[in-house]
């Protein structure tokens, strides 16, 4: 027997309205906020994450799915926010609009070691807005988090923030980083170790516990922030504030993807154990310039759809709306009518269905209509065959009629298909 890829889920039947409620959510409340859809390619040049997530990345460095064809060398995405710019750029988006809102829900793929939360192919819900620097969209895209999360029933979760600053400030940081983790050099782990060399932020958010310990000790703060840097950061807090949005400012907080500049956050909920970040994003405000476009501020967040659900407190139990019409025929003959009503009913609109199981006998397929939760079964016997007409049984009361053929689909089109039960 064949198997799932390892790090790949089946989403059953059963569990995609659960899905299906999730996206309708958030895609509703992305509108409501003038955010508009924008689908890209899975697949793009292995170039363009090299280099917006930088090549010393995690995600760059281990976890691409790389497809490598005659010359070309392409990816499966692993996250959406470059080639959103990258399309932005090439469809001369930035010529059309000024602030340029997009929101979008797909699957991404990372070759990370599986563990509860943490997949090879996912799913992010996520927006991206392009083309402001004011603090008031950091305001608005934390904002709009807050309210899904929200809107998802999810408790218990806590929003971080921290200011990474611009170019520079991120250099300072890193000489900061540099000076205090010096002394404590020889306790990292041999990740760190190399990551002290190549990338002093990542070691900010490594799991071992002897370098948690180090970064509990450093003491950061935001003395790397330029003076306009502080002021947006200021403006942000304050705004969230007046809002009414909980955030905790968290100046040991970084990201793993190098494209980050000023505010960067993350939604974490305990319930997810170590894999414990909902969602996450920034501002990019050097991205649409490093892709030859202009300078113009960005900033974005996505939020992985699994971890959303597994969240989720109370599950919903959302509703489908069953069949109307089920038809059982019995007889080669039967069949034929059944299969041309049947085409009838489904023209006018009405959810239908036909037992196509051969040999099932009459009781077999009356407890099927069952199953289904049919609001009536039709049934079309040699009898109903002679006189022209079919026996019509209402599944809630258990009345049966005999009606002519010509006039099922207009006695059936009053009906309302029975819900599934909650
Ligand atoms: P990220 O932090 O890499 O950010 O991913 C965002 C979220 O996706 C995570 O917080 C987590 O919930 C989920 N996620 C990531 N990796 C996995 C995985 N292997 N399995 C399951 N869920 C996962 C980004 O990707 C940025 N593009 C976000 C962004 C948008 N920044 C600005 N705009």
């Not at 990816?75 to 929101?103: C, H, M, Q, W």
């Not at 620097?133 to 899904?148: G, W």
């Not at 400030?169 to 540099?178: F, R, S």
Request: proline fraction near 3%; charged fraction near 30%.
């Amino acid at each position: 027997m064949f198997r799932r890829v390892k790090g790949t889920r089946d989403i059953l039947p059963e569990e995609i309205l659960f899905w299906r409620k999730t996206e309708e959510t958030c895609t509703r409340i992305f509108s409501s906020y003038g955010y508009e859809e924008i689908r890209t390619p899975l697949m793009e040049e292995f170039s363009l994450f090299c280099r917006s997530l930088g090549k010393t990345t995690e995600v760059v460095k281990k976890q691409m799915f790389e497809i490598k064809r005659g010359s070309g060398h392409l990816v499966l995405r692993p996250e959406a926010t470059a080639s959103i710019v990258r399309a932005y750029l090439e469809n001369r988006l930035d010529r059309k609009r000024g602030l340029a809102k997009f929101y979008y829900v797909g699957a991404m793929f990372r070759a990370e070691r599986q563990q509860k939360g943490r997949l090879r192919q996912f799913h992010h819900l996520g927006v991206e807005a392009i083309g402001s620097n004011s603090p008031n969209l950091d305001i608005e895209i934390i904002s709009l988090l807050n309210r899904l999360v929200k809107e998802l029933n999810i408790e218990g979760y806590q929003i971080y923030i921290n200011s990474l600053g611009c170019i520079k400030d991120k250099q300072v940081l890193a000489k900061i980083l540099h000076y205090k983790i010096t002394p404590y050099l020889d306790n990292l782990c041999a990740d760190c170790k190399r990551r002290f060399k190549q990338n002093v932020f990542r070691i900010l958010d490594c799991k071992k516990p002897e370098c948690m310990r180090i970064v509990n000790k450093l003491e950061l703060g935001t003395d790397h922030l330029c003076d306009s840097c502080k002021k947006h950061l200021e403006s942000v807090l304050a705004g969230l504030d007046t809002l009414g949005i909980g955030y905790k400012f968290e100046p040991a907080l970084v990201r793993g993807l190098d494209y980050y500049t000023r505010t960067i956050f993350e939604i974490k909920h305990p319930r997810l154990g170590s894999q414990d970040a909902l969602g996450a994003g920034g501002r990019y405000d050097n991205l649409v310039a490093e892709f030859g476009g202009p300078e113009l501020g960005a900033i974005g967040f996505a939020l992985g759809e699994e971890r959303l659900l597994l969240a989720q407190s109370r599950q919903p139990q959302p509703q489908e709306p069953r069949l109307v019409t089920y038809l059982i025929t019995l007889g080669e003959e039967a069949d034929k009518a059944g299969v041309k009503l049947l085409d009838k009913l489904r023209e006018q609109g009405i959810a239908s269905d036909m037992d196509y199981t051969e040999g099932r006998s009459l009781k077999g397929k009356m407890r099927r209509a069952d199953e289904l939760g049919v609001r009536l079964t039709v049934i079309i016997g040699e009898d109903e065959l002679k006189k022209g007409t079919v026996t019509l049984k209402d599944m809630v009361s258990g009345k049966q009629e005999e009606v002519k053929i010509d006039e099922v689909t207009r006695r059936l089109k009053c009906y309302e298909p029975i819900r599934a039960e909650s």
